[in-house]
């Protein structure tokens, strides 16, 4: 008889079952730490919706990528990649912004945002965004990520 039946057979006297915790049998051997304990992909129904969400990132890349904004403002929402071609174009611009006269600074304007869904908790953007006289094309591909977007791709015109 094992351990575990005696207990259980044994009781408290008063016609109580002794309550026994076992072990429950995971193997963790099998999922490694990234799976168990790295960023999760979402699906589409647990997202916000891309379209307003794309533009204010969009408006805010472009900021960092102008020297306006720090680039601290965008690293939870972009992949490691994307944050270090955007750090290091902000981080040009702001010397070189440093380097001139001050001048008025332009905001970005989002004009125009098209989003096509090619895959489940995937979202591929296009944007018109100008700054002053400055009109730029953006292409961003959005994946899903912890319950949220996160920009996986970026490409500026």
Known sequence: MHLTEALLRAGDGLGHTAYVQDSLAVDLAAASDEQLFGPQSTARVDLPDPVPWVSQMAQAIVEVMSGLRPAAQVVRWTTPQVYAVIA????????????????????????SVHVCEPADGVAECSLVVSEGERVRAMAVRL???????????????
């Open 88 to 111: 290091r174009r902000g981080a040009i611009a702001a010397r070189r912004r440093a380097a001139r006269t001050p001048a008025a600074a332009q905001r970005a304007v989002v004009r």
């Open 143 to 157: 994946t899903g990520q912890d319950r949220r977007w996160r920009v996986e791709a970026l490409q500026i015109g």
